[in-house]
C-alpha cells in the first residue's frame, strides 16, 4: 500500500478550512499533518511537519501564501506548494509560477478539484483550475516571444536569471544580495553581465527591461 500524502492545509476563514479538513481527512490518499490560518505559523508547520503538500491560501495574515511560496524556495523545501485563491488574477498566478508553486486552484470549484490538485502535485505535476488554463498558455507564449527577441537570455547562468527576476520585483542589489547571501559586489558583477548577453546600455536599461517583461523571464 503506497504511503499517504501529508498535507498541510493553511487557510484564515475557518468555515472553508473545517470543509477542507473534513474532505482531506476522507480521503484515503491523505494524511493531514496541521492547519493553521496564519502564514508565520504555517512556515513554521512546514519546517516541523515536513509535508508533502502545503495547500496554501494566497491572502494570509503574517505572510502570504506567495511569501510562503517564495521562502520555501530560496530555501530549496521539498514541500510542494498549492495556491488556494477567490481570484483569476493572471498576475498573482504569474508571481506564483515564479515562486515554484505546482498548483493554483480557485476556491469556487469543487471540492474534488482540490484534492485532485492536491494528488497532482504530490506527484509533481503541475495542476491549474481549467478556468485559468489559458494564463500558462500565455505565460509560454510571452517566454518565447522574449527567447526570440533576445537571444542572450538563453546564456544567462541559473544565478544570472535568478537575479534578474528579483531585479524584475524592483529589489535593490543590496536588497538581492541579503536574499541570496552574496556581497552587493557580487551583485552589481551580476548585473553588469546580463546587461551585456542582452546588449543593453544605459544605468536603468536593465531594470527597464526587467520590469518590461517580468511575466516573461
Known amino acids: 500500500m503506497p504511503a499517504k500524502i501529508k498535507v498541510l492545509i493553511v487557510d484564515d476563514h475557518p468555515l472553508f478550512r473545517r470543509g477542507l479538513r473534513q474532505v482531506v481527512e476522507g480521503d484515503a490518499r491523505f494524511e493531514l499533518v496541521g492547519e493553521t490560518g496564519d502564514g508565520l505559523a504555517a512556515l513554521q508547520l512546514i519546517q516541523e511537519k515536513k509535508p508533502d503538500v502545503a495547500a496554501l491560501d494566497v491572502n494570509l495574515p503574517g505572510l502570504s501564501g506567495l511569501e510562503i511560496a517564495r521562502k520555501l524556495q530560496a530555501k530549496k523545501n521539498p514541500t510542494r506548494v498549492i495556491i488556494l485563491t477567490m481570484y483569476k488574477e493572471e498576475e498573482t498566478f504569474n508571481r506564483a509560477m515564479d515562486f515554484g508553486?505546482?498548483?493554483?486552484?480557485?476556491?469556487?470549484?469543487?471540492?474534488?478539484?482540490?484534492?485532485n490538485g492536491?494528488?497532482?502535485?504530490?506527484?509533481?505535476?503541475h495542476y491549474l483550475s481549467p478556468s485559468i488554463s489559458g494564463y500558462l498558455v500565455r505565460r509560454r507564449g510571452r517566454a518565447e516571444s522574449l527567447a526570440a527577441?533576445?537571444?542572450?537570455?538563453?546564456?544567462?547562468?541559473?544565478?544570472?536569471?535568478?537575479?534578474?527576476?528579483?531585479?524584475?520585483?524592483k529589489k535593490t542589489s543590496k536588497e538581492i544580495a541579503a536574499e541570496l547571501f552574496i556581497s552587493p559586489r557580487t551583485?552589481?558583477?551580476?548585473?553588469?553581465?546580463?546587461?551585456?548577453?542582452?546588449?543593453?546600455?544605459?544605468?536603468h536599461s536593465l531594470l527597464l527591461?526587467?520590469?518590461e517583461n517580468r511575466n516573461a523571464l
Open 101 to 115: 508553486v505546482k498548483g493554483f486552484v480557485l476556491k469556487e470549484n469543487a471540492v474534488e478539484d482540490i484534492l
Open 118 to 125: 492536491i494528488a497532482a502535485v504530490a506527484r509533481g505535476e
Open 149 to 169: 527577441e533576445k537571444p542572450g537570455l538563453d546564456t544567462l547562468t541559473k544565478a544570472e536569471r535568478r537575479i534578474l527576476k528579483l531585479i524584475a520585483e
Open 187 to 203: 551583485v552589481e558583477a551580476h548585473r553588469a553581465n546580463i546587461s551585456a548577453k542582452l546588449e543593453l546600455q544605459g544605468s
Open 209 to 211: 527591461f526587467a520590469l
